[in-house]
């Protein structure tokens, strides 16, 4: 292995965990999906332009590979909590402290049910706080596809959630 990339991986593996639990919903999968990425974030480390920036580089494989892996279940896998257990661990992966765990149930249920393609865009959006440009980038999408699937997954998370404006 490149040793020059051993900083890159203690620095944003946390990180890297989060997006992988908020895409996936599911422990074992989003666990697949980390050690996918970084393998080939390993293989092609000599691509990366340390101009630019890493993390950045980083969550467009791993949105690449979690595209992969939805393509090897039909597109229509819908991942869902299979125990109390694995829910817990997705919200203690995208939420710091238990106090606010409870208070995100409802937004992180909301989450689980959407398309992927809608669950991409608001995780990258909001929990990883990437502009409309970058998430183009990263998905590899227009950005006025990217400003229609956050339309799309804000108003199919309201009414999930029943608020109104």
């Known amino acids: 292995m490149n040793r020059k990339i051993i900083p890159y991986i203690n620095e944003y593996s946390l990180s890297l965990t989060k997006l ?10 989003a666990q697949d999906l ?7 974030a390993i293989k092609n480390f000599k691509r990366y ?3 630019k920036s890493f993390e950045k580089w980083l969550f467009t494989i791993c949105v ?3 595209r992969d892996m939805l393509k090897r279940f039909d597109n229509k896998k819908v991942l869902r909590f299979n125990t109390t257990e694995e829910k817990e661990r997705f919200l203690g992966g995208v939420v710091d402290s238990s106090s606010e765990k409870d208070d995100y149930i409802a937004l ?12 991409e865009v608001i995780v990258l959006y909001y929990f990883k706080d990437y502009p409309i440009k970058e998430l183009a980038s990263i998905l590899s999408i227009p950005e006025g596809t990217v400003k229609s699937r956050l339309h799309v997954a804000r108003e199919q998370m309201k009414k999930e959630m029943s608020i109104d404006e």
């Open 20 to 29: 992988c639990n908020s895409l996936c919903n599911n422990s074992y999968d």
């Open 34 to 40: 980390f050690q996918s990425t970084w393998e080939k």
């Open 49 to 51: 332009d340390p101009k």
């Open 64 to 66: 690449n590979t979690y």
């Open 108 to 119: 992180h249920t909301a989450l689980s049910n959407l398309k992927p393609e809608y669950r």
